[in-house]
């Protein structure tokens, strides 16, 4: 929603104001805009692999949603380790194996749809829990994995990012070469009026000013807004991370949680009075 309102303001303060005093026929010329935005498209098609590109295609639509990585669901993923680690503790690591075997049949799990889900969550959760089920582990080691883990999957998520701001780098460089384009072709007709000449000079540079607005105004924001999305997605893994390292080291369920909750930051972090409560709620 604001990706789509700040656009609005681009506009207007950009051709909303050149139309005041100039001529907003003299800024469409389509053969620029096809040029800009094919050229555009080109740079990132052969700058990146299918799969690169696939990721990125899926990931724009998030813009528009926004990110599903709110209070809430915080509050549901520190629930739900809650209640597996606080089984763990009562009854002991092997009464909790059908529960990381089949997520989807588990009671745990089952109540919290939106984490369920959430495949990757559920993967990392369930990956780490059956190594703790599987035989005694030493923390500092598992510490270790995780980050590198969590390294891999911080790297896969922001390259839609990356590539979206590798692409609006480039425009205003496909802008100066369009606009040479349209001076070269200018310079092959110096016979012609000076009218004509003014108005075929005046289209050389629409093709510099395309560049830098579509660039700076349009894709670099999509690059940002993705950017963040993946930093909110990518908290989750530290929270739960800090969770299970938390557990290991002999804290108590409760504590443990907390642990996560701290990792958390801004408005999406629910308080210490907020968890407390959700908690004997589930208890």
Not at 24 to 53: C, D, K, M, Q
Not at 95 to 116: A, T
Not at 125 to 133: F, K, P
Not at 233 to 256: D, H, W
Request: hydrophobic letters at 45%; glycine letters at 10%; charged letters at 15%.
């Amino acid at each position: 929603m604001f990706l789509l309102i700040g656009y609005v303001i681009i506009l207007l303060s950009s051709v909303g104001t050149y139309a005041i005093h100039g001529n907003v026929a003299a800024l469409w010329v389509p053969t620029e805009y096809a040029a800009i935005i094919g050229l555009g498209i080109g740079g990132l098609v052969a700058g990146n692999g299918s799969r690169a590109i696939k990721h990125t295609l899926k990931a724009l639509p998030g813009i528009l949603k926004g990110s599903k990585h709110n209070k809430a669901y915080y509050m549901d993923a520190l629930c739900l380790m809650y209640e597996l680690l606080s089984k763990v503790r009562k009854e002991g690591l092997m009464s909790i194996e059908q529960d990381v075997e089949n997520p989807g049949s588990s009671p745990f799990f089952s109540k919290y749809p939106n984490i369920v889900n959430d495949h990757h969550l559920v993967e990392f959760i369930t990956d780490y829990l059956r190594m703790m089920v599987g035989g005694n582990l030493n923390a500092m080691e598992i510490e270790g994995l995780m980050d590198q883990e969590l390294e891999v999957h911080h790297h896969e998520l922001h390259a839609p990012s990356h590539i979206m701001q590798t692409t609006a780098d480039g425009l205003p460089a496909f802008g100066i070469v369009v606009c040479v384009m349209g001076v070269v072709n200018t310079m092959g007709s110096v016979g012609e009026p000076p009218a004509v000449l003014g108005k075929m000079i005046a289209g050389a540079l629409v093709g510099t000013f395309l560049g830098i607005l579509v660039s700076y105004g349009f894709v670099a924001p999509i690059a940002s807004q993705l950017g963040q999305i993946a930093e909110h997605e990518g908290r989750i893994f530290t929270c739960i991370k800090a969770v299970l390292l938390a557990s290991m080291n002999g804290y108590a369920p409760q504590v443990a949680v907390e642990f996560g909750r701290k990792v958390l930051e801004g408005d999406d972090r629910p308080t210490f009075q907020e968890l407390e409560a959700e908690l004997k709620n589930h208890k």
